[in-house]
C-alpha cells in the first residue's frame, strides 16, 4: 500500500450520529434501568404497582393499583428499554464510529444514518407507549405491536443497506474480525426477528402470531436466545474486538482464535434455543440438541474472553490507571462468567432447578449488567473524549462509577442465585414421609424476601453508577466541542470483492463442512442404523477435512483470506451457518401435522369469552409471573397434578391451538396449567376449575386475601372496563385462518355466545346465598350488578382461567408409528413409551 | 513495537507468537497457537454429544422423561396410599376427639397448617365471611363454626371430606366445590387439621 503511484483521498468520518446514538443510548439506558428498579422493588411490595401514588401524589390519586405500571407491564418495558434501547444503541455507536474507521471511508449515506437514527428512536418511545397501554404480542422481547414490528424491519433494512454499502465503498480490501461480527448481527437479526414476528393482525393494534403452541415455543426461543446471541453478544464482541485494542495499544491474542471462535460461535448458538424449554413437553430431540449444542457452545464463547483477556496481556499495569481498561477488563470477565453460566445451566438435571426461578434473571443480569454495561461504559469513557475532541471530565468519577457498579452487579448477581437456588430446592423439598411437598408456594416466594430486597439495592447502585456516567459524559461533551475526525487514507487499487459465489461456495473448507453437516443432521433423523451410518460418514468426513487441512493448510488459509476481501460472499457463508440451526429444529415440527403429535390430549377450543378473557391475560402480561407448563418433574407434578392422575404433565397437544403460546419462563407465582375445569352439570356457561369463579373474583381484587404473602397486584380494574366484544368476530375469523377448528359461527352467533356467557358467569357470583357484593357500586339490584359484570373484563378473565388446561383425551389405536422428521419415534420402545404413546397412560402402570 | 516479535502470518508451533503484518486502523494481531485445554473443551463437547445421543437412542440407559415421571408418580401413589391406610387404620372418632383435639401441639400443627391453605375460602375464625367495611360478605367456603356438617359431622367425616374434596356428584355450595386436599397434604396433615376443628367445636363433638 505504501507504493509511490497509490491514490490517496481526505475523509472526513460521520461522528455525529455515533454522539446521537451514544447520547441515546445513556438516555434509554436511564430510563430501562430505572424501570427496571421499580419492577425489583414490585415484588417486594405489591403496593409499588401503584398504590404507592396515593402516598406520592397527597392523595389526589386514589386506588390500589395502577394498570399501566403493574409488573406484568413493566416488565416487558424493562427488558425492551435495556436489550434494544440502552444495549442496541450503544452498538450502533460502536459500529458506527468503528465501520468507517476499519473501512477508511465516511458511512455511505448521511441520510440513511439520520433516518436509522431517529427512526430507532421513535419506536423506542412507541415502545414506551404502548407496553404500559398494555398492547403486546405476550412473547417475551418481541411483545411490540405489529405496525412497530414493521417499523423496527424497515429501519434494520436501512441500517443494513447503509452498512453493506459503506463495505462496499470501503478503501480497506480486508476485512477485520470486528466487522465479521457485525455481519453476522445484521442477517441474523434479521431472520430470527421477522420469523418470530409473523402475524395475522386482527386490528391496528392487535394480532396473533401464525404459529401456536409448541411451534411458538420453538420459534419464540429460537428467537429469544439469540436475540442474547446476535443482539447482545456479537455486535458487542465486534466493539471488543476494535475497542480494546485500540485502548491498550496492544495486539489482538490470536488471528486464528478469532477465525475459530467467530465460525463455531455463529454456528452453534442458533441451536440452544431449545434450552429453554428443558423438561418441558417440548419433543426430547429438541432437548437434546438444545442441551448438547449449548454445552458445545462453551468453548466458543470463551473463545472470544479469551482473546479479548489475552490481549489485555503486557497491559494489565493500565489497569490501576485507566478507566476504559477497567471497564473492559471486568465486562469481558462477566461475559466468561455468563457463558460459563449458560451451559451450566443448560444440562436438564441442573435446568430442573433453576427453571422458572431466579437463578435464570440472575444469568441474565451477569450479562447485562456485566457485559452489556460494563462494555458500554468501556466505549462511552473512550470515545467521548474524541467525539469532543476534549479530555475526559473526572477520571475518578469513571473509577468510582466502576466500583459503585461493580458492587451493584455482585449484590445483585448473588442474591438472585440465592434466591433461585433456595427457591428451586424448596419447591422441591417433601414433607416428612415423603409423600407430599413441604412448602405452600407462597411459603417459598415469603422465604426469597431478603434477597429481593439485596437485588434491589444491588439494582439502585448499578443506576447510581451509570448517573454518575452520564454526568461524566455530559461535563466532558460540554468541556469539548462537537468533533469529526478527518483523515487521509490510500485508495487501493480496486481488486476486492470480485470474487465470485462460485469461488466462495464450492472450494475444500466449505464442502467438507457442508457435506459433514449434511451427514450429522441425517444422523439425527434417520431410521436406526441408516443413522449410524451418517454418523460413520459424518465422522470420517472430519478425518478426511482434518488431513486435506494439514495437507493444504496454506490454500484454506489463502481461500479464507480471500473471503474476508470478498464482503458479499463472506456475508453469504455467514447466513448459510445461522440458517442451519433453527431450519433443521423448526421446519420438522411444521412439516410434522401438528393433529399427530398431541401425546393423547386434544385441548379443547375456547369459547367467544374464554378467547377475549386470554387476551386480557396476554396483555396484562400475566405470563412474566404465571408458567402454563408443569414439567415432567416430580416437584411439578406433585405441586401441580391432579390427585390420582400419574401422568398429569403438561401434554403437547393441551397447548396446541394456543396463539401465542404462554408456557412461560419464570414463576413468581404457581403454575397455572390445571386451574381450568370442565363445565358444571347443566351448563354450558360455568366452568369448575380447581377454584370456583368467587375465589378468583375476591382474589383479583385483592391477592392478599387468599394469602398476605403473596406479591400480585391488585387488578380493580378489570372490575371497571368492559371486555371488547366487537372484535371477536374478527379475532375467531383470523383464528380459523390460523388453522384453529372453530365453527363457522356468525358474528351475532359469537356476540351472543360470550355475552350469554358472561351473563352465566356473572350470575354464579352475585345470585345465590352468596352474592360476592362489589362496594363501588352499592345498592344497585341483582340484576344491574349482573348486568354490569357479565360485559366486564374481571368476568372474561375468570372465564379465561377456568378453562386453562382442559382437554379431551384422544386415544389411538395400535402400536406407535415410526414418523419420519421425529428421531423420538425410532426410539428403541420400551412397553411403558409405547403404552404412552397410545394415550394409555391416564391410568397407574 | 518489540524488534523481537516475529512477523508473519501464523504461528507454526506452540508457543510461537507471530504478529501478523496487515494492520486495520492501527490495530495489530498476533497469531499463536490456542491453549490445549480450550481445544479439549471443546473436542470433550462436540464428543459427548455424540455418545449422550447414542446412548439415549441406541440402548437402555436412559429412560424417557416420560417413562420415568410416570413411574415415579405411580410409586408415590403407592406410598400415599400405603401411608392414607395406615393413618385411617389407627384413627377413628374417639380417638381424634378424645387424643388428637385435645393435644396442644397436634392443634397448633393443625391450625398453621390451616391457617395457610383454609383461610381464603373459610376465615381465620371459621365464618366462611370477610369483612368489609363493617359489611360481612361471604367467603366461597362454609362457615366451620355453625353447627352444620353438610357431609357429615363425624370426626372421621370431617377427615373424609378434606382428605377427597366436594364428594362426586354434589354440587357443591353454590357451585363451589372444595378439592381434595390430600393432593398437597399428608393423611397425617389432614387428621391435624381436623383435630384443630374440633378443638374449635369441642362443645358440639364432646356431645
Partial sequence: MNTASAKTTTITYDDRTVRQFMIASIVWGIVGMLVGVICATQLSWWQMNGKFLEALTGGLFKGEGMQYITFGRLRPLHTNAVIFAFVGNMAFAGIYYSTQRLCKCRTASDLLSKIHMWGWQLIIVAAAITLPAGLTRGKEYAELIWPINLA???????FAVNFFWTLAKRNEPSLYVALWFYIATIVTVAMLYIVNHLSIPTSLIHSYPIFGGLQDGLVQWWYGHNAVAFFLTTPILGIMYYFLPKAANRPVYSYRLSIIHFWSLVFIYIWAGPHHLLNTSLPRWLQMLGMLFSLMLWAPSWGGMLNGLLTLRGAWAKLRTDPVIKFFAAGITFYGMATFEGPLLSIRAVNALSHYTDWGIGHVHSGALGWNGFMAAGMFYWLAPRLWKTKLWSTSWANMHFWVGLVGILLYVVAMWTAGIMQGLMLGEVAEGGTTLKYEFVETLKAIQLPYILRSIGGTLYLIGFGMCAVNIFKTARSGSAHDDTVEVVVPDKKHDTMRIGAAVFNDPVAYCVLGLAAMILWFFLPPHADKAALLVAVLLSVKAIRAFQKNAHAWDHWHESLLRNYLPFTLLVFIAVAIGGSVQIIPSLLVNRDKNIEGRLQELYTPLELAGRDLYVNEGCYNCHSQMIRTLMPDVMRYGRAGKTDDFSHLGESLYDHPYQWGSKRTGPDLAREGGDFVAGSEHVRSGKRDNKWHWFHFMNPRWANEDSNMPPYPWLYEQKTDFKSLPGKIAVQRRL????????????????????????????????????EPMKGASTEELVRHFSESQVVAMIAYIQKIGTYREITKDGPPQPMPLDPDSYRKLTEKNEAFRKGETTTNP | MNPEIKRGNYAKEKGEVILREHEYDGIQEFDQKLPNWWLFTFYGAIVWFVVYWGLYYHSNVYQTDQEKIIAQVGALQEKKDAELAATLASLDDETLIGKWSTDPAIVAAGEATYMVNCVACHAADL????????????LPGRALNDGVWEHGGKPMDVFKIINEGTPEGSTGLNGAKMQAWGQMLSPKQVAEVTAYLISRNSAEFAN
Fill in chain 1, 152 to 158: 423496527v424491519v424497515v429501519i434494520w433494512v436501512v
Fill in chain 1, 739 to 774: 388453522g384453529v377448528p372453530f365453527p363457522a359461527w356468525t358474528k351475532d352467533e359469537i356476540d351472543q355466545q360470550a355475552r350469554e356467557q358472561g351473563m352465566a358467569i356473572a350470575r354464579s357470583l352475585f345470585e345465590g346465598d352468596a352474592p360476592v357484593g362489589y
Fill in chain 2, 127 to 138: 365464618s366462611a365471611t370477610m369483612d368489609v367495611a363493617g359489611n360481612k360478605i361471604p
